[in-house]
Nanobody, 123 residues
Framework: QVQLVESGGGLVQAGGSLRLSCAHSGRTFSNYAIGWFRQAPGKEREFVAAIKWIGGMTYYADSVKGRFTISRDNAKNMVNLQMNSLKPEDTAVYYC????????????????WGQGTQVTVSS
């Protein structure tokens, strides 16, 4: 069984930074990847970034490219999302999720989800 626990959300002013962490426990699979998604009130869940557990290949949504960085620490079983130059439109609940199908942007292809952490960016 895979468990994911997010931490690091909070309130920040526009232009500021936050670092989210996703603690992973349980087995991994071939082609395993961890993704970050976000969901704002009244909107669909959207892809933010993903990283392959083996090899570290990454993929980003255009809306965060150049501002967010996803990284993993396999020894600590952690995946981090460093968020810089935050904008009010980044406000959402952020979720980490695990997929055995590689770097995917479709949330339906992720089998395991954390409980989410709130990020609020004030203008």
């Amino acid at each position: 069984q895979v468990q994911l626990v997010e931490s690091g959300g909070g309130l920040v002013q526009a232009g500021g930074s936050l670092r989210l962490s996703c603690a992973h426990s349980g087995r991994t699979f071939s082609n395993y990847a961890i993704g970050w998604f976000r969901q704002a009130p009244g909107k669909e869940r959207e892809f933010v970034a993903a990283i392959k557990w083996i090899g570290g290949m990454t993929y980003y949504a255009d809306s965060v490219k150049g501002r967010f960085t996803i990284s993993r620490d396999n020894a600590k079983n952690m995946v981090n999302l460093q968020m810089n130059s935050l904008k009010p439109e980044d406000t959402a609940v952020y979720y980490c999720a695990a997929s055995g199908q590689g770097l995917k942007t479709d949330p339906t292809l992720y089998n395991y989800w954390g409980q989410g952490t709130q990020v609020t960016v004030s203008s």
